[in-house]
T-cell receptor
């Protein structure tokens, strides 16, 4: 158990809908990262937050957004969902940012868009 | 930015045999290197990491990896595998002063009795 929690574990929704994925980092970690794992694209970095502020952006679609709240939990919002958004979404956390080498991954949320 | 290439997508191996998973990276700057394991229906778990210093790093569950700067490689090895090592293995890299991990496509290891 990494200490990172993600909810829900599974999510099935229809095209065009909007969903919110939630992540609670390990106790004391200030940085949260979101990754998408799909069969065609593999594991890709989406976005990073550090202590409530966006720190880095990767291959994140404009239909996707994220935020980190004062209690350090983070939410990833996916809107206007398409079939191709079906994937496993991971959250990871680390103590700080560049000087924290290890990212601890949660169990993931499996999103199925039908 | 860097890219990570895992040279084998599938590696079948018999129990108690050795295994090597190959990983090459490309980067214009110095990098940190990692191997993660993903067991079925689970998240990613860190096996080992190379930050600096000794090029041979030891990790959990009897795994080790060797950093080779001239060949830009970071191959993972285990001298004797168990059935429980059946999983997907990911090589990842991170530039100094960067935040994101770049992952390889993964290598599925299937251990047979």
């Amino acid at each position: 158990d990494s200490g990172v929690t993600q909810t829900p574990k599974h999510l099935i929704t229809a095209t065009g809908q909007r969903v919110t994925l939630r992540c609670s980092p390990r106790s004391g970690d200030l940085s949260v990262y979101w990754y998408q794992q799909s069969l065609d694209q593999g594991l890709q970095f989406l976005i990073q937050y550090y202590n409530g502020e966006e720190r880095a952006k990767g291959n994140i679609l404009e239909r996707f957004s994220a935020q980190q709240f004062p209690d350090l939990h983070s939410e990833l919002n996916l809107s206007s969902l398409e079939l191709g958004d079906s994937a496993l979404y991971f959250c990871a956390s680390s103590l700080t940012g560049t000087d924290s080498y290890e990212q601890y991954f949660g169990p993931g949320t499996r999103l199925t868009v039908t | 930015a860097q890219s990570v290439t895992q040279l084998d997508s599938q590696v079948p191996v018999f129990e108690e045999a050795p295994v090597e998973l190959r990983c090459n990276y490309s980067s214009s700057v110095s990098v940190y290197l990692f191997w993660y394991v993903q067991y079925p229906n689970q998240g990613l778990q860190l096996l080992l990491k190379y930050l600096s210093g000794s090029t041979l790093v030891k990790g959990i569950n009897g795994f080790e990896a060797e950093f080779n700067k001239s060949q830009t490689s970071f191959h993972l090895r285990k001298p004797s595998v168990h059935i429980s090592d059946t999983a997907e293995y990911f090589c990842a890299a991170r530039d100094f002063n960067d935040y994101k991990l770049s992952f390889g496509a993964g290598t599925t290891v299937t251990v047979r009795a």
